[in-house]
């Protein structure tokens, strides 16, 4: 990057004017580098000046609150509903839209739409991906895992944040016999984290069986971190981003519901 010229190499004196130069170079570019450094932090995170952008804090993507709590601290009579969040405080470019509950003092984060509703067939297929006994996931369906409105850097800081985290998710399945199967028992849910909860031989709340028309069944389970569930679970490991099934459901139809992963810290 930097290129020297002597016409005397051996002379010590050249060599120091030349080390001297470098040197205030690197400093000027070091300075400019900070320069831009705050320029861009400034840009990203603009913190409110007026009383008046501190009321509205939240409700733009360019004007992000930290948490639903820091909205209810700038603006205490402002009703639930959806708000613009950047929990890491840097650029806005990445900031959340969850819905705050401020009565309840729950922080929901959606599931994107592509992830919101799964519909096929859990089985071999010409329009879906051929399955195999080792590969049932959903994400191999969809061609990716189940997405949400927050990166999974913002997922995790929001976690930090709370120790109760709720999810709810439905399935239904088209069967004409009187089988006694759910889902729920050959269910393999792959964690935020990373971990895997194998749902069999567990209970969970409203995880009853409905008998629709047309043959469909549907089952909801709710995955709490405050209410036993046989499952051990922390708030680290929602929202759920993949389902497997480890028993063989042949050319079932079926349809997953995906609800929010909802944040608390009662």
């Not at 739409?113 to 329009?127: F, I, L």
């Not at 999810?167 to 964690?191: M, N, Y």
């Amino acid at each position: 990057m930097y290129q020297y010229y002597s016409s005397q190499p051996n002379s010590s004196a050249t060599l120091s004017n030349q080390a001297a130069l470098l040197l205030q170079t690197l400093m000027e570019e070091v300075l400019d580098y900070g320069k831009q450094a705050y320029s861009a932090s400034s840009h990203c995170m603009s913190l409110p000046v007026t009383e008046e952008q501190a009321w509205t804090r939240g409700q733009t993507r360019l004007q992000p609150a930290h948490s639903c709590h820091h909205i209810h601290l700038l603006n205490s009579s402002v009703p639930s509903g959806e708000f613009w969040l950047d929990p890491n405080l840097g650029c806005v470019a990445d900031s959340v839209l969850v819905f705050c509950n401020f009565t309840s003092g729950e922080v929901c984060v959606p599931p994107a739409p592509q992830s919101r509703v799964a519909a096929g067939v859990w089985g071999n297929s010409s329009s879906l991906h051929p399955y195999t006994s080792s590969n049932k996931a959903l994400s191999h369906m969809l061609g990716h895992k189940l997405q949400y409105s927050a990166s999974k850097v913002q997922m995790k800081l929001t976690a930090a944040m709370n120790s109760h985290a709720v999810q709810r998710i439905a399935f239904s399945w088209l069967s004409f016999e009187d089988e006694g199967w759910t889902p729920l028992d050959s269910a393999v849910l792959h964690c935020l984290n990373g971990e895997r909860l194998d749902t069999a031989g567990h209970r969970f709340k409203t995880a009853r069986v409905w008998k629709q028309a047309s043959g469909w069944r549907r089952v909801e389970m709710e995955l709490n971190t405050s209410q036993g569930t046989y499952l051990s679970l922390s708030v680290e490991q929602l929202p759920i981003v993949d389902i497997s099934l480890t028993s063989n459901m042949h050319s079932h139809q079926f349809r997953i519901e995906i609800g929010p992963v909802c944040f608390s810290s009662k």
